[in-house]
């Protein structure tokens, strides 16, 4: 194949940003999908510096008239779609299970899970069709533990992962891999909004045995694995990357 046509929701900053610029570098075209017209533009035209042949697409993952047009939108651009990275994502509002409301459970959910539900939905309809694709859900290591303080991010990402592997089952016969990356704790925006005070920060960051916070080119690099050659007979698997935070 040429040039890979990879679509990463979410895709201005943080992970999502990082997996844009190494797919760019690896030679792929890239459609980065945000909610903010002018940093979209800006990252498109940072990427075609890299030789990508980038599009911005405005897209809220919680929208399926916004999730379907993106996928429509790629393949009148693209022709086709090889490899869709579901990264949007959103902490919600952390604290005490007993402190959560309907409005917190859905201000998570509605990106997390419904989010990841549309895009996965939309993005097979053209991968089926075209017999071939490799989807990657960006969940967490709370996909697959718990963590006090963050109950309703936690079954959100457990949703995401039950779902990556149920996708996988139905999507397996038609050639279209689905696998997911949980990642640790990396420096991003959402690491400092979770941990809220440096002091906090640090106390986890203890808890990584490789002893530092994974960097979002961490989890770009899994991406990009999974996404490749390399990875053809992985499908319906989870891989974290998480310094071996939860190998204990
Ligand atoms: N950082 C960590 O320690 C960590 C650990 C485990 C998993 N993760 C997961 O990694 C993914 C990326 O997070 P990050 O750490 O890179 O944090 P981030 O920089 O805050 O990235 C989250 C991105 O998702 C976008 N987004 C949120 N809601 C959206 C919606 N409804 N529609 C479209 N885009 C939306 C945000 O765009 P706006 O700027 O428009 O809000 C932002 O660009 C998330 O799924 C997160 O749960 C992160």
Known sequence: MSSPVVLITGGLTGIGRAAAVAFAKKGANVVVAGRRDEAGKALAEELR?????????????????????????????????????NNAGTEGRPGPITDQTAESYAATFDTNV????????????????????????????????????????????????????????????????????????????????????????????????????GDPADIARAAVFLASEDASFITGQILTVDGGKTAG
Request: overall charge neutral; hydrophobic content about 40%; charged content about 25%.
């Open 114 to 213: 419904l989010g990841t539900l549309l895009s996965v939905k939309h993005e097979l309809r053209v991968m089926q069709a075209q017999g071939s694709g490799s989807i990657i859900n960006i969940s967490s290591t709370y996909g697959h533990e718990g963590g006090a303080g963050a109950s309703v991010y936690v079954a959100s990402k457990h949703a995401v992962e039950g779902m990556t592997k149920s996708a996988a089952l139905e999507a397996a016969n038609s050639g279209v891999r689905v696998n997911a990356v949980a990642p640790g704790p990396i420096e991003t925006g959402m690491l400092d909004r979770f941990t809220g005070t440096s002091e906090r920060k640090a106390a986890l960051l203890k808890t990584v045995p490789l002893g530092r916070v």
């Open 49 to 85: 510096g890299f030789g990508s042949e980038a599009e911005f697409i405005n897209a809220d993952v919680r929208k399926e008239d916004d999730v379907r047009a993106l996928v429509d939108r790629t393949i009148e651009r693209f022709g086709r779609l090889d490899v869709a990275v």
